[in-house]
């Protein structure tokens, strides 16, 4: 019979798990954020969803600010050239048939007249790869033979936000515990899975 250590109660609360950016402010339960920049950022974190869904590489590298910083899981990519590279070179494989949904966002505030978004990002495949086409029962209504739609990828995702003339831009984001389905993986011997 083997016996196992127990861990006193105190000793489990002390080791939390860092979800969250190590610079970022703790989370409190209220928000001093005013409603209509709380209601723009989640817009905007929307919109840049929806720019990677219709793989706008322009807009999408507009979205970070010159200066940004990004964490992901194949490391960091810094500024503007090195994103608009990342976008081109890692990850154009992942966009067809995938749809991203921002779940749950939280925002407060954050330094220079900024704000910090919390949010859990799901990758949908909506449909399979070009190789087995889906096919159109009625409407618009697709009947797909891998049965999609299904949650691809899970990211708990942390953007820090900037005010600029030309609204919101991302100065650092962060992508945080992430999860995957290997069977949705298009090119299944591509290495790596794309969590944006």
């Given amino acids: ?21 190590p610079n970022a402010p703790s989370l409190p339960l209220h928000s001093p954020v005013d409603t209509a920049d709380r209601v723009s950022a989640i817009d905007f974190i929307n919109r840049v969803n929806w720019l990677f869904d219709a793989w706008d590489i322009d807009a999408m590298v507009e979205a970070f600010l010159p200066d940004s910083v990004t964490h992901h899981t194949r ?13 081109q070179e890692q990850i154009p494989y992942t966009v067809p048939g995938t749809s991203r949904h921002a779940t749950n966002p939280i925002v407060d505030p954050d330094d220079d007249d900024g704000v910090i978004v919390r949010y859990h990002n799901l990758l949908v495949r909506c449909s399979a790869a070009a190789s087995s086409p ?20 899970y990211s708990a995702m942390t953007d820090r936000l900037r005010r600029t003339d030309g609204g919101w831009r ?27």
């Fill in 1 to 21: 019979m083997q016996v196992m250590a127990q861990v006193s109660r105190t000793e489990t609360r002390s080791r939390r798990p860092q979800m969250s950016t």
């Fill in 75 to 87: 490391g960091v990519v810094r500024g503007r050239i090195e994103t608009r590279r990342f976008f």
């Fill in 134 to 153: 889906s096919r159109i029962v009625g409407g618009q209504v697709v009947a797909d033979p891998a049965d999609m739609p299904a949650l691809w990828v």
């Fill in 170 to 196: 991302i100065f650092e984001r962060r992508v945080g515990p992430t999860s995957m389905n290997d069977g949705l993986t298009p090119g299944a011997s591509q290495s790596g899975c794309m969590d944006w």
